[in-house]
């Protein structure tokens, strides 16, 4: 196991932003950032309030996921208590969540595509999951997170997003 984790650090560190390269940096932090809830709720308040059927069908499932992913993650956090990378990869994020394993970007974008999936074309579907991959190389870039914590929360956010597009 210890070979592992080795190899997910190694493998993390040469992903990783180097420090002169602010551009790179900022592209990163854009990207990282466009999966925050908080984005995400506005936007599930948004076609709630002012959308049409589809529209509500779509805040909703984007609420729903956003909540119960996050729950889910938060719980596995902490049970699993795994710190984050070390470096200067340090935000307001982490200030708050000092743990990284399972990554809630990564579980959220997961559940989320699961959830839009049948609202989606084809099209939209794999632009959206391209997205979902490109948050989760920033974070790693970033230095917020390990590749593993990226893995694990993309599973477990398809397996909540799964769940729960049973319920709908």
């Known amino acids: 196991m ?3 984790i ?3 650090q190694q493998a993390s560190a040469r992903l990783a932003i180097p420090g002169g390269a602010r551009f790179l940096r900022l592209l990163a932090l854009v990207v990282a950032h466009s999966g925050d809830s908080p984005l ?29 992913a996050g729950a889910a993650i938060t719980v596995l956090k902490w049970l699993f208590r795994r710190q984050r ?18 990554s809630g970007h ?24 391209t997205w979902a991959g ?11 997170h390990f590749a593993s914590d990226i893995v694990g929360g993309w599973a477990v956010g ?4 799964l769940l729960l597009w049973i319920a709908f």
């Open 40 to 68: 995400w709720l506005l936007g599930a308040a948004v076609a709630l309030l002012w959308g049409n059927a589809a529209w509500r069908d779509f805040g909703v499932r984007v609420l729903v996921g956003t909540l119960v």
């Open 2 to 4: 210890q070979r592992l």
């Open 134 to 144: 490109l948050v989760g190389l920033a974070r790693v870039t970033l230095r917020v």
């Open 85 to 102: 990378p070390p470096g200067e990869g340090r935000g307001f994020y982490t200030r708050l969540d000092r743990h990284a394993f399972p």
């Open 106 to 129: 990564a579980g959220r974008s997961a559940c989320l595509i699961v959830l839009l999936a049948p609202l989606l074309p084809l099209w939209a579907l794999v632009l959206f999951a």
């Open 158 to 161: 398809s397996l909540v997003g």
């Open 6 to 8: 080795t190899l997910d």
